[in-house]
């Protein structure tokens, strides 16, 4: 039977751990886990959800899971190597805390735990903090973390405000530790530094043992790319900021070098499930069968079932074989935000309605496309005198595609 610790590893979850042997962290003792959030954001990005995948599997493994909702610390900021956050107020800071528990509800289930650490650190007591926590803190130490040093080099500086963070957050673990005997703490490798500030607090202050166990950066390996970057757009869980079609799309047109890494990352597929869909992949690497399941699963995982199939069946007319005509109307107003979109009147000639949608430059190169045979309308090949007619629309949409990939959402004007 394979251990957690070997899952973890073969699944791509293991940065860092501060035992000797991450099997004295996962395959002993049930533990407490927990892993911290501030709410820089009204939703979490995908480039977090790694982590939440991780917890996943430590509460299926019977380890008792915590999510601190940073309410205290997201007042301060976390420091960026580049620039200072800007400070954020409590009404915002509240808002945004409620929208991240309801997401993680979603991902994590009803197993996992949520406190919010502005309940016992807004209350703290400055001298008392200093004298019973700053005196184990070094400003030695504090400016050889990465982001702080790359801060203190930079014309902007640090404020004390930021320095001061890896105290608070390290002030997190410990009081965890006391109130629900937590004696791990996870993160991405980033936080490497914060965690390990935790794990010598209580050591130092409580003589006990604690852990640290980060995630590493996740990259694309066709660009190098960190991962949920690569398009220039952050991609969020949040269906208002990132639509589930727009999210499903961003997880099918992963890299072809990165799929399973990705399956094995973001989804809870057995291996064999997985490397059945890498030998379907590797026969006909176009079908790209490897990030439909992707696709599908994670869309599954963060919207639902019902999303998943409405962004592939979308996806299938936009892209695939499938027909506009399969299409309801819920699913077609979805198309109409998938595509650029073109109003269009009746008896308008192809030609017209394929420059006016800039799937052609001119009228002479839309005959020229329309000769080749690359232009459809509705998945159908068209000749150069046909006209748009009430019958080509179905349920207010006609699909006009040049090639496989150059398309437009026709409407009546």
């Not at 990165?258 to 973001?266: I, N, P, R, T």
């Not at 998938?338 to 009147?345: L, Q, S």
């Not at 192809?350 to 998945?379: H, P, W």
Request: net charge negative; charged share 30%.
């Amino acid at each position: 039977m394979t251990t957690l610790s070997e899952t973890l590893k073969s699944r791509g979850y293991v940065n860092q751990f501060s035992s000797k042997t991450l099997e004295e962290i996962t395959d002993g003792a049930k533990r407490t886990v927990y892993l911290g959030i501030d709410p820089t954001a009204d939703s979490i990005h995908v480039g977090n959800l790694a982590a939440y995948m991780l917890l996943r599997r430590l509460a299926q493994a019977g380890h008792r899971v915590i999510l601190v909702i940073g309410g205290g610390t997201g007042l301060i900021g976390d420091p960026k190597p580049d620039v200072e956050r800007p400070l954020l107020d409590e009404t915002t800071i509240e808002a945004r805390c409620a929208k991240l528990k309801g997401q993680s509800e979603k991902l994590l289930g009803a197993e996992v735990e949520f406190v919010n650490n502005a309940d016992w650190l807004l209350g703290l007591d400055l001298v008392e903090f200093l004298r019973d926590v700053g005196k184990y803190f070094t400003v030695n130490s504090l400016v050889k973390k990465e982001a702080i040093e790359a801060r203190m080099e930079s014309d902007e500086g640090i404020s004390f405000t930021e320095f001061s963070y890896p105290l608070l957050q390290a002030y997190d673990f410990w009081h965890l530790f006391k109130e629900y005997r937590c004696d791990v703490q996870i993160g991405g490798s980033d936080q490497w530094g914060n965690i390990v500030a935790g794990v010598d607090l209580i050591r130092r202050k409580e003589n006990a043992a604690a852990y640290a166990l980060t995630i590493p950066i996740i990259t694309d390996k066709a660009t190098g790319k960190k991962f949920g970057k690569s398009e220039g757009n952050a991609v969020w869980l949040d269906a208002k900021m990132t639509s589930p079609y727009a999210f499903y799309q961003f997880w099918f047109n992963v890299s072809d070098e990165s799929a399973e890494d990705y399956l094995k990352l973001f989804t809870m597929l057995e291996d064999t499930e997985i490397s059945a869909a890498m030998e379907l992949h590797k026969r006909d690497a176009r079908d790209r069968y490897a990030q439909r399941l992707l696709a599908r699963e994670v869309t599954t995982l963060v919207h639902s079932e019902e999303e998943a199939i409405k962004a592939e069946h979308v996806s299938e007319v936009l892209f695939g074989e499938a027909s506009v005509k399969t299409l309801n109307e819920r699913d077609a107003n979805v198309l109409r935000g998938a595509a650029p979109a073109c109003a269009v009147r009746l008896s308008t000639l192809l030609i017209d309605a394929l420059v006016a949608t800039k799937l052609a430059s001119s009228k002479r190169e839309a005959r020229q496309f329309i000769s080749d045979d690359a232009v459809t309308l509705n998945g159908e090949i068209v000749d150069d005198a046909r006209t748009l007619e009430k019958s080509d629309f179905h349920n207010g949409i006609a699909l006009l595609k040049r090639g496989k990939k150059n398309v437009s959402v026709l409407t009546l004007d």
